[in-house]
């Protein structure tokens, strides 16, 4: 039982251009999320989803595209990075009426350059 | 609007001695639940309790409980017996129910510091 998988770790890009954070979950969790953390400011919602083929903006939603094709994965693409979007990034996971809290993974630290 | 607010940027605790975080949150939704995050210096999330608005008894698991005062808005956590491994940030965070989005909001977080 893997939990939560973020992938990369670290990562560092130059101004414009694009990739994408992937996030897997073995837990079949039909909630996933997207979180950035600045300091000062706590963690601040992306994007969501509540199963496969749902997804809707957070608090922060605006240089980043989100897709669930399946219960598992939910990538994160930032589509033209800007130093702004420097940050860790943290997707979550857990069960819609579960009270234990959302399963986080590890992060990804970004540096936009 | 800020849902969940954290007044306290840092604190420091004696080893051993209690501590008590700040939560207050902001919602209009009859049903909801609370919940407190650690953050240690390694980065990740740990959930550590979670309170219902329904429920009638404070939460409690093992030296972490919450002191929820519903009709004030708070959700206060409190560490009994800190220990040097306590030593994080820990984040209060709301999920709505009304909403069906399933959305946790975070405060900013609180720094606790633990000295021998």
């Known amino acids: 039982n893997a939990g939560v998988t973020q992938t990369p770790k670290f990562q560092v890009l130059k101004t414009g251009q694009s990739m994408t954070l992937q996030c897997a979950q073995d837990m079949n969790h039909e909630y996933m999320s997207w979180y950035r953390q600045d300091p000062g400011m706590g963690l601040r919602l992306i994007h969501y989803?509540?199963?496969?083929?749902?997804?809707d903006q957070g608090e922060v939603p605006n240089g980043y595209n989100v897709s669930r094709s399946t219960t598992e994965d939910f990538p994160l693409r930032l589509l033209s990075a800007a130093p702004s979007q420097t940050s860790v990034y943290f997707c979550?996971?857990?069960?819609?009426?579960?009270?234990?809290?959302?399963?986080f993974g590890s992060g990804t630290r970004l540096t936009v350059v | 609007a800020q849902k969940i607010t954290q007044t306290q940027p840092g604190m420091f605790v004696q080893e051993k001695e209690a501590v008590t975080l700040d939560c207050t949150y902001d919602t209009s939704d009859p049903s909801y639940g609370l919940f407190w995050y650690k953050q240690p210096s390694s980065g990740e999330m740990i959930f550590l309790i979670y309170?219902?608005?329904?429920?009638?008894q404070n939460a409690t698991e093992g030296r972490y409980s919450l002191n929820f005062q519903k009709a004030r808005k708070s959700a206060n956590l409190v560490i009994s017996a800190s220990q040097l491994g306590d030593s994080a940030m820990y984040f209060c965070?709301?999920?709505?129910?009304?909403?069906?989005?399933?959305?946790?909001?975070f405060g900013a977080g609180t720094t606790v510091t633990v000295r021998a």
């Open positions: 979550a996971s857990g069960k819609i009426y579960d009270n234990y809290g959302y399963t």
């Open positions: 989803s509540v199963g496969a083929g749902i997804t």
């Open positions: 965070a709301m999920r709505e129910g009304r909403s069906n989005d399933y959305k946790l909001s």
């Open positions: 309170q219902g608005s329904y429920d009638q």
